[in-house]
């Protein structure tokens, strides 16, 4: 795959335990946010969204929190596994939904 | 369905050559988007549009060209190609009103020498 990501910010969790990634974002007016997985050699994958009239939304083992107080959104996945491993981007959007804006990611490495 | 389908895979170009790299969706998405991706960089909106007939600059436009006749299609366009421009592209598509979110191709990795 290609090299993506070579100066990401990297989080190691064990199997089994629960992850955190969290993203600063910068458009204080954005009102919808996604959370994306990209692995090596693919396409960002949607994971969840979240708009900014909720703080907190699930999914399958994975839970998204947003405060729009310090502009700071956070992906929590419970119950780590070795195929979780992979680059996440938030990306937040304002207004139309014509575009998204991404943050750079951080490299989440599930040890065994 | 497909999805959204980019081609090809792999290219390179020797600088100054032109190529079109191709994206297609057939979910009947109206928006559509081009972005690169480079090492460290996250991804970066070159171009847009929010249907047929309609485009738009992102981030970073310069070098590329873009056009939409139809839904289905939202062909990139390199007319002189860079070696700033050796980077992988990701075309992306959505509902209008981001039911649910945005779904990406593949993306094509391009070297220009």
């Known amino acids: 795959g290609e090299s993506v990501g070579l100066h990401l910010p990297t989080l190691s969790v064990q199997e089994g335990d629960n992850s955190i990634i969290n993203c600063a974002y910068s458009n204080s007016a954005s009102d919808y946010f996604i959370w994306y997985k990209q692995e090596s050699g693919k396409g960002p994958q949607f994971i969840i969204d979240?708009?900014?009239?909720?703080d907190k939304r699930q999914g399958q083992r994975v839970t998204v929190l947003l405060n729009k107080t310090v502009k700071h959104l956070s992906l929590q996945i419970a119950a780590t596994q070795p195929g979780d491993s992979a680059v996440y981007f938030c990306?937040?959007?304002?207004?139309?939904?014509?575009?998204?804006?991404f943050g750079t990611g951080t490299r989440l490495q599930v040890t065994l | 369905n497909a999805g959204v389908t980019q081609t090809p895979k792999f290219q390179v170009l020797k600088t100054g050559q032109s190529m079109t790299l191709q994206c297609a969706q057939d979910?009947?998405?109206?928006?559509m988007s081009w972005y690169r991706q480079d090492p460290g960089m996250g991804l970066r909106l070159i171009h847009y549009s929010v249907g047929a007939g309609i485009t738009d600059q992102g981030e970073v436009p310069n070098g590329y060209n873009v056009s939409r006749s139809t839904t289905e299609d939202f062909p990139l366009r390199l007319l002189s190609a860079a070696p700033s421009q050796t980077s992988v592209y990701f075309c992306a598509s959505s509902y209008s009103n981001n039911r649910e979110g945005w779904f990406f191709g593949p993306g094509t990795r391009l070297t220009v020498l």
């Open positions: 979240i708009r900014s009239n909720m």
């Open positions: 990306a937040e959007n304002t207004g139309t939904a014509s575009k998204l804006t």
């Open positions: 979910m009947n998405h109206e928006y």
